[in-house]
């Protein structure tokens, strides 16, 4: 696999699979790669042709300082987990490619974007969507594949990708769990051991909150008492648990529901969400 720093080489190897008529996933990542990162790349790679893998640790969407640093930078070992699935190409630029002394644009979705991980982290969705919209339009790829384990990420990213009429499909990718119920993340190996065995509670509790309101359930009841259990395991501060439609994040309505969470073990903050 090759590994390009610079937008110019990017698009270089890109242009030369376009002449031979080959299509592109594109699987933007901050790295320290699990196998829910490298599931996207399998589903990209059953989309297209060529599979492009970014790793920018993007500074513009971390709210905390001690977050951004603490975040793990594990490039060589990443570059392994993708040769070995055979990732065509893997585009790793620093910051000073991605944001030049002179950048002065900022891509910020309204709405959708200041809802819960919105309102949680202030700046996070502007910095995310300014970088996707960045990634997107450097690589132009078919597709690109981002987790539903970043469920409203992923609704933000469509969002903008829509109104910006960039031209290119934004499809979603299941999210891959431990045995227990977690949900794989860079920010896992930072949990204690105490803390591990407690965070499947995350899972659980939407769990069962999904299957109360399908049952008919008051949502605001039900995430109640989904935050009461949350305490009663450890988790503080819960950022919010919340049942809402699926696609706006807003109130729920009569289409498809999405429950969702953040809340914090010890010094790791955890989210997660499930079809409502
Ligand atoms: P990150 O490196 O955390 O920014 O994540 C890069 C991409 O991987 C995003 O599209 C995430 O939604 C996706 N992702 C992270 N964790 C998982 C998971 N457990 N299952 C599926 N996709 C994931």
């Known amino acids: 696999m090759k590994i390009v720093r610079t937008v110019a080489h990017l698009r ?6 376009r002449a031979s008529g080959e299509t592109v996933a594109l699987i933007p990542t901050m ?5 829910g990162h490298l599931s996207l790349v399998r589903l990209g790679r059953e989309r297209c042709r060529r599979t492009v893998a970014t790793l920018f ?16 930078r594990t490039e060589e070992s990443d570059a392994e987990k993708l040769t070995a699935i055979d990732c065509d190409l893997l585009f790793a630029p620093d910051a000073a490619e991605m944001y030049p002394p002179s950048f ?5 979705v309204r709405g959708i974007g200041e809802e819960l991980e919105g309102a949680a982290r202030p700046g996070h969705f ?3 969507a300014t970088v996707v919209s960045k990634l997107l339009l450097q690589a132009l790829p078919d597709v690109a594949i981002f987790g539903e384990k970043d469920w409203q990420q992923l609704q933000v990213i469509k969002r903008f990708a829509a109104d910006l009429n960039i031209p ?3 499809e979603g990718a299941p999210t891959v769990r431990d045995a227990d119920g977690l949900a794989l ?3 896992n190996v930072r949990l204690t051991p105490a803390d591990r065995s407690k965070a499947p509670l995350l899972h659980a509790v939407l769990q069962r909150v999904a299957v109360a309101v399908r049952a008919g359930a008051d949502p605001a009841e039900a995430v109640n008492g989904a935050r009461r ?6 988790f503080e501060p819960i950022d919010y648990i919340e049942v809402r439609d699926g696609e706006t994040l807003g109130p729920p309505g009569p289409g498809p529901r999405r429950v969702l969470a953040a809340a914090w073990l010890g010094q790791v903050r955890l989210i997660d969400n499930i079809p409502g």
């Open 185 to 187: 993340s860079s920010r």
């Open 104 to 108: 002065a644009t900022n891509v910020s």
């Open 168 to 170: 290119v499909a934004i």
């Open 57 to 72: 640790v993007n500074p513009k969407q971390f709210n905390q300082p001690s977050d951004l640093a603490a975040y793990p």
């Open 31 to 35: 790295g320290a790669l699990h196998e």
């Open 126 to 128: 502007d910095g995310v």
């Open 229 to 234: 259990e949350l305490a009663a395991g450890g």
């Open 12 to 17: 270089e190897v890109i242009r030369a699979w």
